[in-house]
């Protein structure tokens, strides 16, 4: 069984502040996917990493996938109270060309104060 | 921007019917997924879905489940006989082909199953 583990599970800060989530696995991944959901609603995608040491941004937010390809992390940068959410780490594992299941971490839930 | 669509949003049945719950996903996208949540837990894999036949399925997919792609744009989840356990929120995605590594998912809004 392939397992994400995700920390802090809660994390509450003020606005400003800067903030890291963690997303730790031992298996290896093909791609990872960050979501952000919101309460009875669908995981909405936030970025895809695939190459190992990959780093993206988007906007206040900078997504890192590890180099062997196991964990990924995700800085957010002068958290503001719009940033408050679920925020889920879901690893693709596979052959290239097949239907790859995601397997999901159980998310930390960011809570920005103002 | 194309997204996947879900209906119905919220279904209410008693233990021991049929329910089936449908997706319409992003158009030019092969490959589909059912995924589920149940409250306060992990999202989970059910299955997935390539060429009308099913790529992978999860321990959770056993008989009472069933998926189809009835026509060039529906893709249906069947749960035969459901059970108080089944109540979750079930989450259908569609991803394009592959291309070097990437598979990006893309999630529907979900439906809320309620099995009373």
């Known amino acids: 069984t392939q397992l994400l583990k995700q920390s802090p599970q809660f994390l509450s800060i003020q606005e400003g502040e800067n903030l890291t989530v963690y997303c730790n696995s031992s298996s290896v991944f093909s791609s990872l996917q960050w979501y952000r959901q919101e309460p009875g609603e669908g995981p909405v995608l936030l970025v895809t990493v695939v190459t190992g040491g990959e780093v993206k941004k988007l906007k206040r937010l900078t997504f890192q996938f590890g180099d062997a390809r196991k964990d990924s992390s995700l800085h957010i940068t002068a958290a503001q109270t719009g940033d408050t959410g679920l925020y889920l780490c879901a690893g693709a594992k596979g052959s290239s060309g097949s239907a790859r299941q995601l397997t999901f971490g159980s998310g930390t839930q960011l809570t920005v104060l103002p | 921007e194309p997204e996947v669509t879900q209906t119905p949003s919220h279904q209410v049945t008693q233990m021991g019917q049929e329910v089936i719950l449908r997706c319409v996903p992003i158009s030019n996208h092969l490959y589909f997924y059912w995924y589920r949540q149940i409250l306060g837990q992990k999202v989970e894999f059910l299955v997935s879905?390539?060429?009308?036949?099913?790529?992978?399925k999860s321990e959770i997919f056993d008989d009472q489940f069933s998926v189809e792609r009835p026509d060039g744009s529906n893709f249906t989840l069947k749960i035969r006989s459901t059970k108080l356990e089944d109540s979750a929120m079930y989450f259908c995605?569609?991803?394009?082909?592959?291309?070097?590594?990437?598979?990006?998912?893309?999630f529907g809004p979900g439906t809320r199953l309620t099995v009373l």
């Open positions: 995605a569609s991803s394009a082909r592959p291309i070097q590594g990437t598979d990006t998912q893309y």
């Open positions: 879905f390539y060429n009308n036949e099913i790529s992978e």
